[in-house]
């Protein structure tokens, strides 16, 4: 039976640089009428009404918006921490059929838990539009991995600048999940220099950090994020070595291209025919799919919530100096406050003796 394929109408809360990729997106596709936006702020209001000529209004509260138009579609593009009760409160809007909410889910893991749970209790499909997801270099890389390409993978290097943990890692984290078909991460140790008290897209974030973590399956993943990280390339904001036992893939996040090396190929660059639509409008096309068709997929927002969880506990590990394990709310191994590796040991103070493990 052929899907109803009249235009969904849809609201956008945060006319931001998140939202306003969303906004574009709607306007652009067919699957869509785009019928409000909400912003706070006048002048992300004033911008939206130049873009629309006027055709879409516009409100100061996502509240004022939800009561005025309720949409079939609500995409929430503010910043982490109010997701959750604008997730709450577009669940409540009668008639609503479907979500966009904006990475990081949440600020915190519980957050982002909440938020997915609110939604699959309601029964309603969500995206949460990480670009790479939807990006076609990224996706062939997966598939090549998953085709073992490079034989077992073993590690992900990442050298990330200008960004940090929670904003953009959280991309790269989500990626790895990919990479690795979901295989849990079992412990996190990272490290974060602080020292500049750099703040970025509503959260206290890291001047400098290192972040190590391990999957069940046993791949290591190695993220290098901060202000100003040295880079072998400096055309990327994000480059990663995705290393197997047989080679290594090297890739430019968003690139349409990677480079390949294995035995009897020397640095193959591969192109990837690039999508032709935005990640954000085929995020939000796939939304409309599972609008249409009653279908749920949740893979994407689960490995995003996945991801979250791996950087709330890179914070906490850098917090306390010491090893977390996941999932955080589990048993986790005792701090150690008075040990002081480097030192010299005393030969008196109790301590394990690391040479009969
Ligand atoms: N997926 C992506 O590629 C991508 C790209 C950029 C941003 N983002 C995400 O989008 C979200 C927003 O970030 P941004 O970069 O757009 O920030 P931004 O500062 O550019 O925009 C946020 C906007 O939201 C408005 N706002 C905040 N709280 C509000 C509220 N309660 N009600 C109404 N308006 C409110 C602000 O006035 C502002 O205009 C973040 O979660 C960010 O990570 C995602």
Redesign the pocket.
Known sequence: MAHDTTPLTATV?????????SIDALLASDDFTLIGV????EA?RGRVTEKTGGAVATFA??EEMFAAVPSDVVCV????P??LP?TKAAVEIPGIRGLLV???LGDTTAAGKEILETIKGHDLPVVV???LMAQAAAQKIIAQIADGAIGPLRVVEMECTTWDII?AGI?WLQFFLSLVDGSPVEFVLAATDRSTRTFR?GMQVETDAITLGRTASGVRVLMHTGDHVPMSRNDTVCLFRIIGDNGFIEFGAYEGYYTLVTPGNDRTRIDVEPFEVS??QRHLEFLAKQIRSGERDYGIPDTSLQALEVVEAAYQSARIGGTVLLPLDGAQPPTGDDWDPGRPYSGTGGGRNGREL
């Open positions: 809360v945060g006319a931001g640089a998140g939202g306003t990729l909400a912003d706070m702020s992300a509260t996502a593009s503010t910043y982490a109010t997701h604008l904006e990475k990081p539009p990480h670009g904003n991309h897209d990640g954000h």
